[in-house]
C-alpha cells in the first residue's frame, strides 16, 4: 500500500502503527484520518481536534476606503491562490448602515498577513471611481456574490469564475474572465431558491458545481379553523418570510422550498399561522430561535453542470441535541482534502454570537461532528472579535 501521508500524519501512524489499521485510499495527496472511509478500526486510540490559532497581528485588514463602511469581512465570499503568481487573492464585502447597503472588495496578498487593495477603477463611488471597488450588479444592496473558479479546460474564457448572488428575487448568475470584470448571465435570476448566505465549489469527485447555502427551517403549531383542536406540527424550509405577530399567534407569509428527489426544488408562496407563546428575543436575524415557533437556519445543498440551471437541492444540516438549545448554522464553507469533504460552519446561537466548528464528510452529504467545541471562537471580552 502507498500513500502520500504529510510528516505530521506520518508521525501520527507511527506513533499509532502497532494499534492502527488504515484503509488503502486512492489519493494525489495526503489522506486524513477522521474516520471509516480511512480507518478500518482502532484500538486504544483517542481522537482528538484541536482550534485554530489566532495570529497575533490580527485584524489583518481595516477599513481604509471611504465605500467600506463599518469595514471588511469575509461572510460567503472567497479566498484563491493565483495559479500562476502564487499570490493570495482575496474577494471580500462590506456592510455599510446607510441604506442598509452590501459592497464587494477585492485584495491580494504574498503572506495572507499584508494585504494590497489594488487600483483597479472598475467601480464608482460617489460619482468618481473608488480604488478596489467592484460592481455586484442588479439589487447590490440586498447581498453578496459567490464566486468559484471553473477548472474544466473547456469551458470558454469569459466564463472561467462563476458567480451566485442573492437578491430577493432569486439567485443572480454572472461570469467573469478574470474574477475582475463581470457580466450578468441574460438569464438571471435562473434559481429560485433564494438564499443570502451561499457558498459554491467545484466538486471534483462529482465533477460539477455544487452549494451549499442556509435556509429558515420554521416549526411550530398550525392553528385556524381548519385544523383540529389544538393545532397540527408543521415545518417549512423558507429563503426569506416575513411576520406579523398577534395575541397568541403569529402570521408568515414568503417562499417555501419543495425537495424534489433527482429533480428541481419548486418554491411556492404560502401564508399560515402558528401558535405564539414564550417567544425568545431577536436574535439579531429578525426572528425567535425559541418558543412556541422557531426558526433556525440550517443547511441546503444543491448540485449543477454550468452553474445556471441547479437540481438536487436537500437538506444536508442542522443543529441537533447535542448543541445548546438556540444553535443553528449560519454558514458552511467545505473544501475537499485527503478523501474527505471538510466543513467549517459558523454557529449562532440567540445571543448573537457566531463561533466555528468543524465538520466531515465522506460523500459532502451526510455530516459528521464529533468535536463540538469552537474550532475558532470569538475572542475574549473588549478586544475587536468579542
Not at 40 to 49: D, G
Not at 160 to 173: K, Q, S
Not at 199 to 208: F, G, K, Q, S, T
Request: glycine share 8%.
Amino acid at each position: 500500500m502507498t500513500m502520500n501521508i504529510s510528516p505530521t500524519l506520518f508521525l501520527l501512524l507511527m506513533l499509532a502503527c502497532v494499534s492502527h489499521e488504515v484503509r488503502a485510499v486512492q489519493s494525489d495527496e495526503s489522506v486524513l484520518l477522521f474516520g471509516e472511509p480511512t480507518v478500518a478500526r482502532t484500538k486504544n486510540l483517542q481522537q482528538k481536534f484541536f482550534p485554530a490559532q489566532k495570529h497575533p497581528a490580527n485584524p489583518v485588514m481595516r477599513r481604509t476606503e471611504k465605500w467600506e463602511g463599518v469595514g471588511p469581512y469575509l461572510w460567503g465570499n472567497r479566498l484563491m491562490q493565483d495559479e500562476k503568481t502564487g499570490d493570495l487573492r482575496m474577494w471580500y464585502i462590506a456592510y455599510d448602515y446607510a441604506g442598509n447597503f452590501y459592497r464587494w472588495g477585492y485584495a491580494t496578498s504574498q503572506d495572507a498577513l499584508h494585504w494590497t487593495k489594488p487600483d483597479l477603477a472598475v467601480e464608482k463611488y460617489a460619482g468618481a471611481f473608488a480604488k478596489n471597488l467592484l460592481p455586484l450588479g442588479p439589487h447590490p444592496e440586498k447581498g453578496t456574490r459567490s464566486i468559484v473558479r471553473d477548472p474544466r479546460p473547456a469551458t470558454p474564457s469569459e466564463r472561467r469564475y462563476l458567480g451566485v448572488r442573492f437578491t430577493y428575487d432569486g439567485e443572480f448568475i454572472s461570469f467573469s474572465p478574470d474574477g475582475i470584470h463581470w457580466a450578468e448571465h441574460p438569464l438571471s435570476p435562473s434559481w429560485f431558491v433564494p438564499s443570502d448566505i451561499i457558498h459554491i465549489m467545484w466538486d471534483d469527485r462529482r465533477n460539477c458545481f455544487t452549494a451549499y447555502y442556509k435556509l429558515w427551517e420554521l416549526s411550530g403549531t398550525l392553528v385556524g379553523t381548519n385544523y383540529p383542536v389544538g393545532g397540527k406540527p408543521f415545518v417549512a424550509y423558507m429563503p426569506t418570510f416575513d411576520t406579523t405577530n398577534n395575541k397568541g399567534t403569529a402570521s408568515f407569509g414568503g417562499p417555501m422550498v419543495q425537495f424534489r428527489a433527482n429533480g428541481a426544488a419548486e418554491v411556492v408562496r404560502t401564508n399560515f399561522i402558528l401558535r405564539a407563546e414564550n417567544q425568545g428575543k431577536d436574535d439579531g436575524g429578525g426572528t425567535s430561535l425559541s418558543g412556541a415557533w422557531a426558526a433556525k437556519r440550517v443547511q441546503a445543498w444543491a448540485q449543477s453542470d454550468d452553474g445556471i440551471h441547479w437540481r438536487n437541492e436537500q437538506l444536508v444540516l442542522r443543529a441537533d441535541e447535542q448543541d445548546p438549545p438556540t444553535s443553528n448554522i449560519q454558514f458552511m464553507f467545505v473544501m475537499q482534502r485527503g478523501g474527505y469533504y471538510i466543513g467549517f460552519l459558523t454557529m449562532h446561537d440567540e445571543a448573537g454570537h457566531f463561533r466555528i466548528q468543524q465538520a466531515w464528510s465522506a460523500d459532502g452529504l451526510s455530516w459528521h461532528r464529533p468535536a463540538r467545541t469552537p474550532w475558532l471562537d470569538v475572542g475574549p471580552e473588549k478586544s475587536f472579535d468579542c
